[in-house]
Nanobody, 117 residues
Framework: QVQVTESGGGLVHPGESLRLSCAFSGGPFTCHAMGWYREAPGKEREFVADVGWTNESAVYRDSVKGRFTLSRDSGVNTVYLQMDSLKPEDTAVYYC??????????WGQGTQVTVSS
């Protein structure tokens, strides 16, 4: 059974850090890119960052550049989103997205990130 498993969300204060993980399991793995979207209350889901699986080129939305770092471990089909200097406006449900698998695009179940003083 194909699974996309996310972990690492939580409640932090402004300026603190969190690290999200997203792992694929349950079948042969190939994709175009793997990354994260987020959805804040009352807003549409928005792109955060992704990394090309073969070229390892990472792309970030402007508001997280310099604060978030995306990395991948191809040996375990996992991406990590290191989020530093978190701000209240980063509060959202973060969804892992795997683009271009043999099953199509895959999504995780979402993990809550709350940044509050």
């Amino acid at each position: 059974q194909v699974q996309v498993t996310e972990s690492g969300g939580g409640l932090v204060h402004p300026g603190e850090s969190l690290r999200l993980s997203c792992a694929f399991s349950g079948g042969p793995f190939t994709c175009h890119a793997m990354g994260w979207y987020r959805e804040a209350p009352g807003k549409e889901r928005e792109f955060v960052a992704d990394v090309g699986w073969t070229n390892e080129s990472a792309v970030y939305r402007d508001s997280v550049k310099g604060r978030f770092t995306l990395s991948r471990d191809s040996g375990v089909n996992t991406v990590y989103l290191q989020m530093d200097s978190l701000k209240p406006e980063d509060t959202a449900v973060y969804y892992c997205n795997i683009d271009g698998t043999i099953w199509g695009d895959l999504w995780g179940q979402g993990t809550q990130v709350t940044v509050s003083s």
